[in-house]
Structure formats: structure tokens, C-alpha cells
């Protein structure tokens, strides 16, 4: 089989705790990731040289994009990759700068479909060290499903699957990024909260999944940069989700369902009141990036 195609899934925060800033200027964080049915999709087939399509013109195609960079480092770390090349073609579904980690999925995703296509056979220890050369969010997708991720977030312990989740995301027409929101961030404050609520929330998480206690520390901050991400927030809990969040740094909002309810209608009326926004209905899933053959 020569054409593959890797399944990129996005990624919600179940909770997010900032416990302290770092000397490499990153933050330590605690977190629960979740992988979502909302996938892109990278496909591709070994060429003479590297070649990347993307779906979204707004996104930059050169070696500043994620899956390039993926490339580079497996050719950097890889002497049998260095000579080859492919043609890549990205199709996004994952909205962008919507902390929904689409960008990471896409590394992830990069990385699983050369080894294949360039026959490099690299173990999954080694494919973790370098997802997490190209990105604190990154390692996580190689396993996917439910995991905690302390350090930068790059450092993943799997967790038992979530029973499933119906999962509404209201993605305003902006996007978020990351090292703003984190630089908005009052520390201080974040790490006195994080020791209280950290270990309530994996007691409570651990204890059947209940997610009363979830919150996001960097969700403040998007809410004191853009204040209709608040309005939208509040909108989804009155709509009865278990738990209605900030993903990650923004700018997506999510709220939880359980199966069997009617979510559709839900975001339906929602897209009536909140015109610009995409309101998307998909569920949790207990799977990260893989890849299949790529069938014409
Ligand atoms: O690791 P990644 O390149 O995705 O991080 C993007 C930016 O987000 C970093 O440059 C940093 O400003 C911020 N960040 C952080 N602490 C983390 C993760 C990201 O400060 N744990």
C-alpha cells in the first residue's frame, strides 16, 4: 500500500490547573485530555521530494507548519529518512487557535504517517520524544482517549476511558494563542487555587467520572480578553450540560452531555442566538491518531 491517511482527532481539556511557571519559560500545568470524534484528516505518499496541501488557505503551508516541522525532525533524527520526500495533503476540520489542539494532532499525525510511508520503524518511546520536541500538546495524541498530562503537558499517563460523551463546541469567529493567553496569566493566584483543587478534582474524576469540579485556569484569562466567551459559556450550562469549559487556552467552549440526549437542537437553538459562531456536535472518544491505507 503506498497512500496513507492518518485520522487527526482534536483534544478537549476536562480540567487544566497552571501550578507554576518554569525557568524555560513554559508553565507546569495538570490536566486531563480528552480525544474527540472531530478529526483532520493528513494524507500521503512517498515522493521525491516534501510537499504539503492544505485545505485552509489562512494556514501557511512552508516549514512554519507543524506537520513540515514533524517531517524535518524525523529527517534530522532519522539518517534513512533524509533522502526522501512526500507529497502530503491536510484537510481541516479542527478549527484554528481554538485550543482544541488541532495544529499538535496534525505533528502526531505527521509523524505516525512517515515512519509508515519512509519505512522507519521508529518505536513509539522514540516517536513520543520527538512529539514533544515539536509541542507540549503533541505527545498526547500518539495515545489518545483519556490521559492526565502534567509537565508542559507533555509528560502522559493514560487514564481509564470516560464513560461516553456527547460533546457540543461553540467556536466564536476568533481565535486565541496560546503564549498570550498564558502571559495574561496571573500565576500567583493560579498556583494557590491548583494545590485545593487539583487533587478534588482526580478524587472526583477517579470516582465515576464526575466532572462538578472541573475548571480551567488559563479560561479566565480568555475570558478577560474576549468577554462574549463568558456569554457563550453561561448559555451552554443553562442548557443542562454536566460541565460547560474554556478548552485548553481558547478560544472553543465545549459542554458535556451524556449519550441520548437531544444535542443537535441544543446547538441549533444556540446557533440562532449566537450568529458568526460554529456550533459543532461530536463525542469522546477512546482512540488518538491512527492511520489507515488510503483507498482512491
Ligand atoms: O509547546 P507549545 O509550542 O505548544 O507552546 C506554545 C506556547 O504556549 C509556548 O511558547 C508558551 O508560551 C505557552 N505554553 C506555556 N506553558 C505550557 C504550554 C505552553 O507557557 N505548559
Redesign the pocket.
Request: no cysteine; hydrophobic share 5%.
Given at each position: 500500500m503506498s497512500r496513507w491517511r492518518a485520522i487527526c482527532p482534536a483534544k478537549l481539556n476536562l480540567g487544566l490547573h497552571v501550578v507554576g511557571r518554569r525557568r524555560d519559560?513554559?508553565?507546569?500545568?495538570v490536566t486531563i485530555f480528552q480525544a474527540i470524534d472531530l478529526c483532520d484528516v493528513l494524507e500521503g505518499e512517498a515522493a521525491g521530494t516534501l510537499t504539503l496541501e492544505v485545505s485552509a488557505p489562512s494556514i501557511p503551508t512552508d516549514e512554519t507548519n507543524l506537520v513540515v516541522k514533524a517531517a524535518r525532525l524525523l529527517q534530522d533524527h532519522c539518517p534513512s529518512a533524509r533522502g526522501q520526500g512526500a507529497r502530503l495533503r491536510l484537510d481541516k476540520a479542527i478549527p484554528v487557535g481554538a485550543g482544541l489542539g488541532g495544529g499538535?494532532s496534525d505533528a502526531a499525525g505527521a509523524l505516525v504517517l512517515l515512519n509508515e510511508l519512509w519505512g522507519l520503524h521508529l518505536e513509539s518511546s522514540v516517536l513520543l520524544a520527538l512529539a514533544a520536541e515539536l509541542?507540549?500538546?503533541v505527545p498526547f495524541f500518539l495515545s489518545g482517549g483519556t490521559a492526565l498530562g502534567t509537565g508542559?503537558?507533555e509528560s502522559i499517563e493514560p487514564l481509564p476511558p470516560i464513560a461516553d460523551r456527547m460533546v457540543l463546541l461553540g467556536s466564536p469567529p476568533f481565535g486565541l494563542r496560546?503564549?498570550e493567553v498564558?502571559?495574561a496569566l496571573d500565576a500567583p493566584l493560579t498556583a494557590r487555587r491548583a494545590n485545593v483543587t487539583v487533587p478534588r478534582l482526580f478524587v472526583k474524576f477517579a470516582k465515576g467520572n464526575d466532572f462538578a469540579l472541573a475548571s480551567n485556569d488559563l479560561e479566565a484569562v480568555a475570558f478577560r480578553l474576549r468577554g462574549e466567551l463568558v456569554i457563550f459559556r453561561d448559555a451552554v450550562s443553562r442548557s443542562g450540560a454536566e460541565v460547560a469549559l474554556v478548552s485548553g487556552s481558547g478560544s472553543t467552549v465545549f459542554g458535556l452531555f451524556r449519550t441520548g440526549t437531544d444535542v443537535s437542537s441544543k446547538a441549533e437553538m444556540l446557533r440562532g442566538e449566537f450568529p458568526g459562531w460554529t456550533l459543532q456536535v461530536c463525542k469522546t472518544i477512546a482512540s488518538g491518531v491512527r492511520i489507515v491505507p488510503a483507498v482512491e
Open positions: 519559560g513554559y508553565h507546569e500545568i499538535s509541542g507540549s500538546d508542559r503537558g496560546t503564549p498564558y502571559r
